[in-house]
């Protein structure tokens, strides 16, 4: 669950959620669908602030990269793992399932910002974050390098008996399966039968690049056969089918069942970064039917099964808007990189370092 | 009607196009969004059919354009960013720059880099990795500091029979501009005088070079004469322009926005130190980024590249002593 | 067919060959059976001839691979290419497609033997050995790395327009499929729809890698759906099933079919290279089905047909053993590399070539 | 009884594996096999469960290696041969190495490089890429020219926190033996005076310390007294053991098997003549391979690296000034 403050009226849904095991599948479905729910909704408001911060210029330095649309498969794979006990290795678009795997929205600020408060301590920012000790990965830049990465950590677990009924979960775009690392690390997790899940985002759209000149199968889910490792699709903007699939695949590769290969279909609701208009992308595509919003949908949802009345929603997005406002007002006040408090230093072992020639 | 260091390099990919069927470009959106920094903004328009997009396979670009340079193309490979080059580093080194030494097949492929730190890019969209590719026989890196040779270089480049890496300095992109882009002055391996002077020289290439200028009007002020070498090419390197320069000045300064261990600013001062010993009247020195990953924070990157001031601060030492 | 000299009682079937546009089905069929084994055979006392000079010592320097039990998998591929028109990127195991695409069993010798005289000057040796501008790749060790070379030349040729009904052809082993090379170079050509061949010859193992330790699918062929390129499983011990597969796969890339993965399974019937007693292949592997020799299964049917009697093929082997002693000993009299007379530089503009602290 | 350089980097992995529960083994052929060169003989059955056949998937040995470094583990890659690892080289220089500085989570990743010129080696099977690795920020390489050294530093690679680029020279795989292992002399970053002398240095390490060892006896013959330092790690260099020796005979000698451009031959010669200008009576010279990609044929392999000969050539030249 969210490190973030978690709005009241979820407290209850939170403790079923957390102790599903006793809780009727309904009633489990239900936990998690609103939990998953509240999740997006705190990832949309935070990423709405963070394109704000970023068009007023000044304080956010560099590029703002945002999950529009895909919060809820990136949720629903979040709300899966535990902590700690499961890894996590999120991409670009991934800020929903940090916020639901409990990375504290702090991190994100922080992190964005360039405070040395934050986990990045301003050496490297916005989505290229984690803690890897507790259990979620820092990605680099280079895609797909994740895949091997996050397998290995669930490869020692297992040699050090610890691993237990862990599982490991890393992200991938369309244009990410284009990559020699994707296609080694997912190769290698498949003869080492790790319990790795891969969720492939298919946003259509690689940048500007559309999936004609990506890839010629007709499914990405196509490729799991030939890593000898289970394949589910899913409409991704249905956060429903998404905590269903999920849901499998998690519990699968807890019980044995090796890497698992998840592939949603959707729409990239926003540019490529805060700076790219998407103009490439047609009109057609951008009023097709993957353009739904996953949110509107799970609203939908909500009022459908009377689990939500917009009120609730109303509660919750302004719940999300202060928590948001806060993160961002504290960090704002906090210090920023010091270059003359830094080590300069990338070895850990400081006698073996080398500082001759420096700027 | 001035034109940018970025635009330049899209006028030279014009020119290339215009000027040979047998060019073209295959690179990580570069047809309908014309590149992440526009650099062939329009290409894809103006010459159809010649102009791809890749999907994001670094390794198998420059395998697709190794194969073409053999049936007698001439690719030219964007890289979105330098430092994804690291995946497509086995193709380049391995393959291509081994080519023509094993079957005497040319292999006129070039590679543009988008290199060097900006402001707030991070350790993964900052590097200078001309020191990697120049370790390596069978390749030559250009480094252009000026639109001039931006545009010219290019098109160079492109006539090499060698596999050409093609160093581009991100910061120069906007902020750089000419009023024209001038004739060709020097072909590659040449480097330039960019200021004359007499009591100290700088040798340096990219984007280095215009910090170097500003520290050498700074230096001016103190009534120091800087002499600033621009090397264009670190491979091949332009020894004798070098030594010649030493020669006038009789001190040097080797400046570089690559890491510190090897790399131009080491192969500069040990060329020097080997071959015009006693030309130096003192030490020669280096100057390069940190010893780390390239920082986010602008308050960091401001201080893990070398800056005009502390090259002022280098000359001055390297003035005093 | 092949630039070494041909035995006699081939050449009326040879023509047939190049003129098998009129000839009967059947009889283009049997015209290819026999000139594929007359490949596979010299292919073979070629080897054996090799195996025998490492063994002696002295004159080969370095390793020798051998392609023992793989001829049939890699002469059906290459009698189906016509040199120069169609590309050729052969592998570590392709002697017998090789001598089918039409490389002179000199540059063999010369290659393995360092002779300036040969292709690669004494430069590189043994399998790396190529002439680009004829159409047979060099292939450097990378694995995986002549996918997407091929694919570019095929790439290039269709710019250019020359392509016409042109095809391209490369080989790759079950541990070679592992490679992000082997990955991004596929499917960029299945991007690119190029009618490009890639025949992978599973072996069961890896130098001393078991497929086990490989991959994780069922059978490699799994892999094609994924790219979304047309995929063929053959017995690779069988050279008239080899001769069907790729006549299919190859007239399927011709015509506009895009890429097409073969896939071969048989046992490598030598160690990795002549240094290995392969000793990690269990008994049970070496002798079971796989294990066939494809040159005595092509002999039956060559019999059962009626096609070659007994003194025929012992004419077959002494005309080949004749030819490759006849090639050893033409370039054991050639003249060796000499340091003096080497330009030592590595680009081809001379004035652009550094030479400083050099040895 | 004695232990050859090879054997000795096997019994270090064994003492690993022994030692720390926490060593595992990855890489392509080690188990059963032993590996190409048995390196890893017999540890498959010595330590079940902790030896790996690997898939041919550099990038993924290395990102595995990384994940499980970051759990605590101290995974030990063997690179079939050091040109390969051109294919593992981004998950090595952005991921291992940037790892600590980025999330302060160390990444204890020894990953072993059989590296160097053999005669028939080739192209592919030859390369020595020390400098490569060494211009990122973020490693530590070390180049072990001795039978006790190829153990001692692999034991203590191992237990270093930051990824470590073991250099082992397969050429003295099986000539270079050794009464017994010995004991820990000198910690990585320490060079050895591998001979001392009084009228020139030769700054060098791996295979070439045996080479200038030879060039010194020939020297010896006409009565020169030449020093040789073996650098034993070329990142971090042991700087002070380079200058102190360059105090003493005031010549140098920078010599390396690896390619001429930039590497440590470069560093090396920067470094002092930026430090110690004026202990220096002589130009700071270098000696490396060819610019050219690695010969197959012995005859050309031969004279593409440094030898005996050439090395006392440079010598005498050096002398003689
Ligand atoms: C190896 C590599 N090449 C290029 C890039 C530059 N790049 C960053 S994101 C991106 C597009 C990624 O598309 P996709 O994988 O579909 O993810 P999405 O952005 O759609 O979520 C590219 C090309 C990179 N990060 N890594
Ligand atoms: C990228 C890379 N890694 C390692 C090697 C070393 N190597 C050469 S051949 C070989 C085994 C190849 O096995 P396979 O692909 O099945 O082909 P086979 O030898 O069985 O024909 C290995 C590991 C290499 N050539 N390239
Ligand atoms: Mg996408
Ligand atoms: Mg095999």
Redesign the pocket.
Known sequence: MAGSLVPRLFVALTETHSTRAEASPQADFRARFLLAYQHMVLSRVLEEKLAALYRAGGRIVGGVYLGRGQEAFSAALGVQLRKGRDLYGP???DQAGRIAYGEPILDCVRTYLGAVSGPMRGRDGNIHRGRPKEGIFAMI????SLVSVVSGALFARRLAGTLQDGVGATS??????S?G?FHEGLNMAAVEKLPLIVSV?N?Q???S?PTTR?YACENLVDRAAGYGVAGATVDATDLAACLEVFDKAVRSARTGGGPQMVVGTLL?LSG?GEHDDASYIPDAKRKGSLSRDCLSVAEQRLRDEGWLDADAVRDLRAEARREVDLAVAKVTKEPLPDPFKENWQALSRADLAEGRYEA | MSITYLEAIREAQYEALRNDPKVFLYG??IDTFGGAFKATKNLGREFPGRVFDSP?S?DAMVGLAIGAAVEGARPIVEM??AD?SS?GFNQIVNQAATLYWRTNTPCPVTIRLPSGGTAGSGPFHSQSMEAIYAHYPGLVIVTPATVEDAYWMLLESVQVDDPVIYCEHKFLYYHLKSDDIGSRELPIGKARIARPGRDATVVTYSAMVHEALRAADELHLDGYQIEVVDLRSVKPMDTDTILASVARTGRLLALGEAFPWGGVTAEIVSRVASEAFHLLDAPPMRLNSKDTPIPYHPNLWKAHRPTVATIAAALRNLLRY
């Open positions: 991409l670009i678009r830049s280079h895609l797909g991938i775009g369309d244009g990410g399966t990559t690392a985002a946003n759209y690689a940048y690049t990506q990239r490529h | 990580q959106d994001i670094e979105q960013f994804f995946v």
